[in-house]
């Protein structure tokens, strides 16, 4: 499989996943606004240390599932039930009024840094996503589990993890007073798209029945 191939399509996979209004790219940001254009990128550097090791790890438990069709029907059932319990639980949040919390003061680089990795670390659901999209891809044949295609595809998805960054640190200070950066609009936005999700979902399940 030819690595460059695969490397865009890691860089395209992670966009998708990381473009939507999210903790990490808001975060970095905000970072971005009150520190400066340096220490956010820091934070994103940091964030993307972490994204590193979570796609790798979804990529080799996609290997797995790709050998292993009865484990991919009862995930796909747990998924569901995961994604139907978010959209309720965001959409919930959502009629509440977001209150203001107090933000911890960081002042040096390296802490930017190491706040990347623990929020980076925190968010686990990178790694299902890129399990998901990597088994997918191989369905249609576009993408294999040589190691080669793995460190490639990791590669991809890390540098388009960066770019969504990237986007929200250099074009948040335009869009800040729009109602998408508020955070009600951020969780009915979640929650609308994991809603998608679950309809897709359980569209595959009834269809496998």
């Keep these: ?35 400066g254009y340096s220490r956010g990128i820091t934070f994103s550097i940091g964030a993307c ?19 292993h069709q009865d484990v991919v029907d009862v995930l796909q059932r747990v998924a569901f039930v995961l994604f139907v319990l978010i959209t309720i639980y965001f959409l919930l949040v959502a009629k509440k009024e977001a209150k203001p919390k107090a933000e911890l003061k960081v002042k040096s680089k390296k ?15 990178p790694i299902p996503y890129y399990a998901y999209m990597s088994i997918t891809l191989a369905s249609f044949g576009w993408m294999d589990f040589e190691k080669t295609s793995i460190f490639s595809y990791v590669a991809g998805a890390t540098s388009g993890s960066f770019v969504a960054f990237y986007f929200y640190i250099f074009f948040f200070d335009k869009i800040k007073s729009k109602t998408l950066t508020s955070q009600k609009s951020m969780n009915y936005l979640i929650g609308t798209v994991t809603g998608i999700i679950s309809i897709i979902t359980l569209f595959h399940i009834l269809k496998d029945i």
């Design 49 to 67: 240390v972490i994204i590193v090791f979570q796609t790798y790890i979804g990529t080799l438990f996609a290997r797995y599932l790709s050998n």
């Design 111 to 125: 802490s930017r840094f190491f706040q990347g990795i623990l929020l980076s670390a925190l968010n686990v659901f």
């Design 1 to 35: 499989m030819n690595i460059t191939i695969t490397f865009i399509l890691g860089l395209l996979v992670a966009l998708v996943g990381v473009i939507p209004p999210g903790l990490l790219n808001m975060t970095a940001a905000k970072i971005s606004l009150k520190d």
